[in-house]
């Protein structure tokens, strides 16, 4: 579990995700963006260290006008944004730590490590549409310090197609930390992914 709340079903529609320095501003920039567009808030909370995150979800117009109303409140206290609409699927359950990847199916692993809970969030999004991957677990700067990571497993030459686009987009950002592609897990470790 990522220690957020249960955001559930699917994104469908648009997500959209702001990530602040301070709570304060975080908290005031939500309630900018949910007095602006018709959004459903997913997620709001503090996340380490001392940052706070808002995920919200709607139709594409009005994601973008209460992103950009949360941006303009943020001001230099802004730390990264994402808007994503069509997510794949496995966004949504990996954010809810809900992998749908049994031990005995896991294969080659893939890691992306980020600075950001936004660079992570799309960084799966990239691997899942890339290749025929499986994203097996995201973590989303609780317990982190801020940081977030994504792990992908399925066969090698998917894995690593998957894992180096999504770390070509970190890095194009300027939000990678690490990748890791590891071809066959050993055993003993795949109980803790």
Request: charge should be negative.
């Amino acid at each position: 579990m990522t220690g957020w709340k249960k955001v559930g079903g699917n994104f469908d529609l648009c997500i959209g995700l702001l990530e602040y320095r301070s709570i304060a501003t975080g908290l005031e920039s939500t309630d900018g963006m949910l007095k602006t567009a018709a959004v459903d808030l997913l997620v709001s909370q503090p996340i380490s260290p001392g940052k706070y995150v808002s995920l919200v979800h709607g139709e594409v117009e009005d994601v973008t006008s209460a992103l950009e109303r949360g941006a303009a409140i943020a001001g230099e206290d802004l730390v990264d944004r994402l808007q994503l609409p069509n997510a794949h699927p496995d966004v949504a359950r990996a954010i809810d730590g809900a992998s749908q990847v049994a031990e005995d199916q896991i294969e080659a692993i893939g890691m992306v490590e980020t600075l950001s809970v936004a660079a992570t969030i799309m960084c799966g999004d990239i691997a899942a549409k890339r290749s025929t991957v499986y994203l097996v677990r995201m973590g989303l700067g609780i317990g982190l310090g801020g940081k977030g990571f994504v792990t992908i497993t399925g066969a090698e030459e998917d894995v690593l197609e998957a894992t180096e686009a999504a770390s070509a987009y970190a890095e194009e950002i300027g939000k990678r930390l690490r990748t890791v592609v590891i071809p066959r897990l050993h055993a003993d470790l795949k109980p803790y992914l």
